[in-house]
């Protein structure tokens, strides 16, 4: 039976490792196999094949290709794997996500354990605070609409992690849909400010422009000594960066939203005139 001595370094609770280890659980639950019959079929301890499954351990390439053989799984699931596993841990990694990045484990994973979540999008409503309305407008894509309504449920679990939201005013100017379903939008965030740990706040326009405000992201705080992750999405993939520098940037940037935001009642009457607007022209 493996034991837990001399196992791989790996940086604790690293976004890299994080993912690695949601891919092999997601692999080995998709095969039907619980984890203690898993373990002892390779020869392992349950808390080896635990760790590595919530990322706070490593392993060889062979025993994760030997877990993947057992697992049955499949060519694709296999090579993903495998390529994470033979990537550096370098504190920044790229995943392709043909416009479903709500597929992407390196991103539910992180979504599931986060203890505060800050979006930010300077054009359009940050995507956990869309109506499936608003994202099929978007998108023009049902199945991602749907699949990102329910990732959305899934964040309001308990204990759910506090989630920030900044909304640019551009977006709330950008008539996504038409009247009716922007005022369905508006609403959806006046009822968003009424949530428990959870908080709009509306960029104006008056505060102006600042090299800040240019590009969306994504901060993800966690329960020490996990250190906190941030994502930034592109039409083809996003990048994901956990080095302390880089992080760094990410929380000055989300500092610069908090001093140029209305506060939660300004807000409010913002997003009240909006929808009044909207309710009009819908009807």
């Known amino acids: 039976m493996d034991t837990e001595e001399n196992a791989p370094p790996v940086r604790p609770g690293s976004a890299h490792s994080r993912e690695l280890g949601g891919e092999i659980r997601r692999t080995r639950q998709n095969s039907g196999r619980s984890a203690p019959k898993v373990a002892e079929a390779l020869g392992w ?3 080896k094949l635990s760790k590595l499954e919530k990322g706070t ?8 290709a030997a877990l993947l053989g057992h697992c049955g799984a499949a ?3 296999r090579e993903r794997v495998l390529g994470i596993a033979a990537e550096p841990d ?5 995943r392709l996500h043909h416009q479903r990045s709500d597929r992407l484990v390196a991103v539910s994973v992180h979504e599931e354990i986060a203890e505060t979540i800050t979006v930010y999008d300077p054009v359009t409503v940050p995507d956990l605070a869309r109506t499936e309305d608003y994202t099929l ?3 023009g894509d049902l199945d991602f609409a749907t699949a990102l309504a329910e990732r959305q449920r899934l964040l309001q679990r308990h204990p759910d992690p506090h989630v920030t939201v900044y909304v640019h005013e551009m977006a709330l100017r950008m008539a996504v849909g038409g009247p009716a379903v922007m005022r369905d939008q508006l609403l959806h965030l006046l009822l968003m400010c009424e949530w428990p740990r959870t908080t709009v ?5 008056a505060a102006g422009f600042h090299t800040h ?3 969306p992201c994504t901060l993800l705080a966690f329960e020490a000594p996990d250190k906190p992750l941030a994502y930034t999405e592109t039409d083809v993939a996003v990048a994901f960066h956990d080095a302390p520098e880089a992080v760094a940037a990410y929380q000055q940037k989300m500092c610069h939203l908090d001093a140029a935001a209305l506060d939660t009642e300004q807000t409010r009457r913002k997003l009240s005139r909006w929808t009044d607007l909207y309710d009009r022209k819908a009807a």
């Open 213 to 215: 405000l240019r590009h």
């Open 75 to 77: 060519k694709a699931a």
């Open 137 to 139: 407008a978007l998108t």
């Open 90 to 94: 370098t504190g920044s990694f790229l």
């Open 45 to 47: 301890s349950v808390g």
């Open 57 to 64: 351990r490593g392993t060889s390439t062979v025993d994760i």
């Open 201 to 205: 706040r509306v960029v104006p326009l």
